[in-house]
T-cell receptor, first 115, second 116 residues
Framework: EAGVAQSPRYKIIEKRQSVAFWCNPI?????LYWYQQILGQGPKLLIQFQNNGVVDDSQLPKDRFSAERLKGVDSTLKIQPAKLEDSAVYLC?????????????FGPGTRLTVL | AQTVTQSQPEMSVQEAETVTLSCTYD???????LFWYKQPPSRQMILVIR??????QNATENRFSVNFQKAAKSFSLKISDSQLGDAAMYFC?????????????FGKGTKLTVNP
């Protein structure tokens, strides 16, 4: 079974530029999560989708971050314009269902460096 | 708001020996799940073990076991017969059982080094 795919793996941009990350969850997984992991910290949820609807985006900086999940499968996370503090690893995860105890499967992440 | 604290930024263990990683959490919920995730240098987070709060029995998965103390809000991970492949960042995580999103709340992690 293929895992969660993310691209690109690495991205370097200058502040005020825009960037987009792509995630393809495990086939059949209805729930998709984007986490931000700043160096030295644990991941923090940015947004959770159930199919193509948003469940929780309370920690998403909506003035610069946006996310969508077209057709309830792939998802894109965008930052525009980027700030220095956005340097982090962006992790995508998916789970089969919206059940709290169910396992979330993580992708390899995209490491973003903002100069 | 729920919080998860890992007080050991780094730990080391000799190969074949046992090590325990600590985790405490704060919540007003009575029903929830706790997890330990492993993140090797390649950064793909992998589930190690899961504990349901309403179960008194401690979870075990091969060489990995937990000591879950609900009243103390403590959830430690014991790794027995440590192997070189166990070297990684270990994250303790919490998720509420009902209501709202299923977001994982993570601690800051413990970096485990395994010495040959």
């Amino acid at each position: 079974e293929a895992g969660v795919a993310q691209s690109p793996r690495y991205k370097i941009i200058e502040k005020r530029q825009s960037v987009a990350f792509w995630c393809n969850p495990i086939s059949g997984h209805a729930t998709l999560y984007w986490y931000q992991q700043i160096l030295g910290q644990g991941p923090k949820l940015l947004i959770q989708f159930q199919n193509n609807g948003v469940v929780d985006d309370s920690q998403l900086p909506k003035d610069r971050f946006s996310a969508e999940r077209l057709k309830g499968v792939d998802s894109t996370l965008k930052i525009q314009p980027a700030k220095l503090e956005d340097s982090a690893v962006y992790l995508c995860a998916s789970s089969f269902a919206r059940t709290s105890g169910v396992q979330q499967f993580f992708g390899p992440g995209t490491r973003l460096t903002v100069l | 708001a729920q919080t998860v604290t890992q007080s050991q930024p780094e730990m080391s263990v000799q190969e074949a020996e046992t090590v325990t990683l600590s985790c405490t959490y704060d919540t007003s919920e009575s029903d929830y799940y706790l997890f330990w995730y492993k993140q090797p240098p390649s950064r793909q987070m992998i589930l190690v073990i899961r504990q349901e709060a309403y179960k008194q029995q401690n979870a075990t998965e091969n060489r990995f076991s937990v000591n879950f103390q609900k009243a103390a809000k403590s959830f430690s991970l014991k790794i027995s017969d440590s192997q070189l492949g166990d070297a990684a960042m270990y994250f303790c995580a919490y998720v509420r059982a009902q209501g709202g999103s299923e977001k994982l709340v993570f601690g800051k992690g413990t970096k485990l080094t395994v010495n040959p």
